[in-house]
């Protein structure tokens, strides 16, 4: 059994910055791929940012330039460093990571608002 454990969410205000953590713990043998998507009320769910296992990443048009996406192989730790948030970016924020399946964090909420 995998589970993820998502922190960093909160209220921040326009142009501030959040960091979020997502750690996995269980059976896992080796992660191929960690990465962050969000979900916008009344919207579908959407890719963020991935990692893979050699560092290779991918964001978001988005957020390019804004957010940024690491990784500790050594925890099993994922991180999502959001700087400069806008109020299109309050979301619920989703961790997951692939491994032989794919698992999924329990989702924490970035409000930004003023």
């Known amino acids: 059994q995998v589970q993820l454990v998502e922190s960093g969410g909160g209220l921040v205000q326009p142009g501030g910055s959040l960091r979020l953590s997502c750690a996995a713990s269980g059976s896992i043998v080796s992660i191929t791929r960690m990465g962050w998507y969000r979900q916008a009320a009344g919207k579908q769910r959407e890719s963020v940012a991935t990692i893979t296992s050699d560092g290779s990443t991918n964001y978001a048009d988005s957020v390019k330039g804004r957010f940024t996406i690491s990784r500790d192989n050594a925890k099993n730790t994922v991180y999502l460093q959001m700087n400069s948030l806008k109020s299109e970016d309050t979301a619920v924020y989703y961790c997951?990571?692939?491994?032989?399946?794919?698992?999924w964090g329990q989702g924490t909420q970035v409000t930004v608002s003023s």
């Open positions: 997951t990571i692939t491994t032989k399946f794919r698992y």
